[in-house]
């Protein structure tokens, strides 16, 4: 089930109907049935994959705690690992690796005889296995007590604000909620329901009327020219900002109608200074996750400046890795790695001419964040193709050409000057938005006056209904 | 209690000024100069209809004036389908006094267009055709437009319909020279056409309602760039398909400019393309 759909709307309202009936462990029951009625509306035959992790998973939590031998410990938690990376190896990777050796293999003359699987890949799988690894791995790091309630554990496996794609909300933030008694606040519904509002309006509004125009550029980029192809690349770097934060907007609104506090997962990202800062403001919940439980074990900072780089560029390119099977996003995964590496070299020389020529802070800041957002850009155009299959380096590579050859670099030459205005409107509608929210904190203001939320709520509703693309369009971030 | 108010205050507002805006939006469409607010407004009144889909814009409005001394209405539009076409002539006949003529490009059946019959919404309450082809077609669409007033006007006709509020439309056209690497790769392009049954009822309907007018009713296929046009598959398919229905010829001129700087790529004759193609129309008596 998407939330930009009818039966989501009717779940929604049948399930908060209930939400506030019922109390302690019929509630825990509730959550866990909805988040399985909920995911199972996409495919039920993968609900015995998500109870099975659930179950391993508390099981393994439950040895991990109860064990004071710590070999036994860490083969406990090792399980944990191995078995969810296998299932996700399994579904998102096994072709990709099987094609892959079927490449090299091919290239070194011989003929390989295995053939790959037609396998289905779980909506949210990369999440919920996240989320759920996190719970063993913190339970052995002592971290975390461990749950004893399976019902509690489940239903935080299975909230549906999240369970698709994310915020990937850890165990240690969110299990400790499940036990708290939450009474309905019109404070918290009202604050809930604008977030809400605003990820429909930046996915429904924003977000799927760029995707015709991207589509059309990384379908056939040589029948555009160059101003043509730098537009629909701006557009992408906004359609998939507004898909993904707009999805997690609509989930910590959702979460926090319900009476949880789920971490931000973006922070205005295409105003970071630094490739550092930028990760620390885009899809946080992963960047986070990657860095406490991959960076950090891998020594992070610590040992001198070659392994600092080693260690950012595995953890950039397993981040690549993550959002799709295809070598275009594990070099998109590089591009970033190799961002932060030359960022650790480039920076003093910078902070030296800003200091030596004195430049007032706007241009310091304005030319680091039209720096970060140009080469974050680039990078997006091998993202964007990462999901046409063996095309996408090909295709990445016509649109790099097709922009850098100035060809036709006029408005007269674009097709579809419409939806160039409606795009070019539409982001300006997020950005001041979004600028004038560091000064107004537009959430906060509805929240002190009712007038503000049904003025703030309407206009919303309006916008959707003027620029809303109502064809229940999945979320980009599903397919990862 | 307090919020229970405020909430049902918001639901009156939302209702409001959902009907309001959409008032003032319909208001300004019809007072456009865009061909279908001129087409519902009672200022569409010519001597020449013109129909297609983007290639019937090919049908150059101001040197057909020009040159015959003739008033025109060109009520092509990008992909329209001949479902849509075929509501617009028999509510442009309903309307006005027949035109001598009605010129109408048959490659316009090559699709249907439901996202763009949803564009058609905001003309939905001054035609019942229009109103029943997006309930039959699209009903989520025709119940939302119902709910919402402002859902009328997302799409890209009202865009066109603002643009050119002022602005006349009849010089609409692809004017540009296609370009040289796509002319290299003409071979290898491919167009499927489609026959669309359906749509070849439509383009009767809208043959014996014309003629029904006294309307003299000329079918063509417009030229496809040199070498293209053996690309595009089942163009006999069609043109067999339209003369069984229709009784009348299609006069075929798939192949009649061989320049290549007469086109703006291999569907669209450019502006220097259409005045060629134009002269050739009136040469041979299709057009006044």
């Not at chain 1, 004195?358 to 720096?371: M, N, Q, S």
């Not at chain 2, 990008?78 to 010129?103: F, S």
């Not at chain 2, 437009?145 to 692809?174: M, V």
């Not at chain 2, 003369?243 to 790529?265: C, I, K, M, N, S």
């Amino acid at each position: 089930m998407i939330f930009n759909s009818l039966p989501f709307l009717i779940f929604a309202a049948v399930f908060f109907l209930l939400y506030f009936q019922v109390r302690g462990r019929e509630r825990m029951w509730l959550i866990l049935l909805s988040g399985y009625f909920f995911y199972g509306w996409w495919d039920w035959r993968f609900l015995g994959l998500i109870a099975f992790t659930t179950v391993m998973d508390f099981t393994l939590g439950l040895y991990i705690d109860r064990s004071e031998n710590q070999k036994q410990r860490r083969t406990a938690v090792v399980a944990s690992i191995v078995m969810n990376l296998t299932f996700l190896g399994f579904f998102k990777y096994f072709n990709f690796f099987a094609d892959s050796l079927a490449t090299l293999v091919r290239s070194l003359g011989m003929e390989p005889s295995w053939t790959t699987l037609n396998i289905i890949l779980p909506v949210g799988i990369s999440f919920y296995t996240f989320q759920s690894l996190s719970y063993t791995v913190d339970v052995y790091r002592r971290k975390l007590p461990v749950e004893r309630d399976f019902i509690k554990f489940a239903a935080f496996v299975s909230l549906f604000p999240q369970l698709m794609a994310g915020p990937i909300v850890r165990a240690y933030d969110l299990l400790p909620q499940m036990s708290e008694d939450k009474k309905f606040e019109w404070r918290r519904w009202n604050s809930g329901l604008g977030r809400v509002l605003w990820g429909f309006f930046k996915k429904v509004a924003i977000a799927d009327s760029l995707a015709p125009f991207v589509d059309q550029i990384f379908t056939a980029p040589e029948t555009f020219g160059s101003l043509h192809l730098l537009i629909g690349v701006v557009f992408y770097s906004f359609q998939i900002y507004c898909d993904f934060s707009g999805y997690s907007d609509i989930a910590i609104g959702l979460a926090r109608m319900m009476g949880f506090r789920f971490p931000e997962n973006f922070r205005t990202p295409y105003f970071s200074r630094s490739f550092s800062e930028f990760w620390t403001r885009w899809h946080i919940s992963l960047s986070s996750w990657l860095r406490d439980y991959l960076y950090i074990p891998l020594g992070g900072n610590r040992h001198g400046v070659v392994k600092t780089y080693r260690n950012n560029m595995i953890t950039m390119l397993l981040g690549g890795l993550w959002h799709g099977a295809n070598w275009a996003f594990v070099f998109w995964g590089f591009l970033h790695g190799l961002y932060l590496i030359l960022q650790r070299l480039v920076s003093p020389i910078w902070r030296s001419v800003v200091r030596v020529m004195r430049l007032p802070k706007f241009v310091d800041d304005g030319v680091c964040i039209l720096a970060v957002y140009t080469l974050t850009l680039f990078a997006w155009i091998y993202f964007r193709a990462g999901s046409l299959g063996p095309a996408s380096f090909k295709v990445a590579n016509q649109v790099i050409m097709g922009i850098l050859s100035g060809e036709q670099f006029s408005f007269g030459a674009i097709i579809n000057k419409f939806q160039v205005l409606k795009g070019v409107l539409l982001i300006g509608i997020l950005l001041t938005v979004e600028i004038t929210n560091f000064r107004w904190h537009w959430n906060e203001r509805q929240l002190r006056h009712p007038a503000w939320r049904m003025a703030a709520f309407a206009a919303l509703l309006w916008l959707i209904a003027f620029f809303g693309t109502f064809g229940s369009n999945a979320f980009i971030y599903f397919q990862f | 209690m307090k919020h229970f108010i405020w909430y049902a205050a918001f639901l009156a507002l939302l209702f409001t000024g959902d009907r309001l805006a959409g008032w003032l939006l319909q208001r300004e469409t019809m007072a456009s100069q865009f061909r279908y607010s001129r087409l519902y407004s009672g200022r569409a009144g010519a001597d020449v209809l013109l129909v297609g889909n983007s290639r019937g814009l090919t049908f150059y409005a101001p040197y057909i004036e020009q040159s015959s001394g003739q008033s025109t209405c060109n009520l092509s539009y990008n992909g329209l389908p001949m479902d849509v076409a075929n509501a617009l002539i028999q509510d442009y006949l309903e309307h006005y006094p027949a035109p001598k003529t009605l010129l109408l490009d048959i490659t316009i059946c090559d699709r249907a267009n439901n996202e763009l019959l949803a564009g058609f919404a905001m003309y939905a309450p001054f035609s019942p055709r229009l109103s029943g082809l997006i309930r039959d077609s699209l009903p989520k669409m025709w119940g939302g437009n119902q709910f919402s007033h402002l859902t009328r006007f997302n799409n890209e006709i009202f865009q066109r319909a603002l643009f050119h509020r002022k602005k006349s439309d009849k010089d609409w056209l692809l004017d540009r020279v296609i370009p040289p690497k796509l002319v290299a790769e003409v071979a290898q392009q491919q167009y499927p056409l489609e026959v669309h049954p359906q749509l070849v009822t439509s383009l009767q309907a809208a043959v014996q309602a014309a003629q029904a007018k006294g309307v003299q009713v000329q079918l063509v296929i417009s030229p496809y760039f040199p070498g293209f046009a053996q690309n595009v598959t089942n163009l006999d398919a069609l043109k067999t398909a339209v003369e069984q229905a229709t009784g009348l010829p299609v006069h075929d001129y798939r192949q009649a400019l061989g320049d290549p700087g007469d086109f703006g790529d291999f569907m669209h004759p450019n502006r220097a393309g259409s005045i060629h193609y134009i002269d050739l129309l009136r040469k041979d008596g299709l057009l006044p």
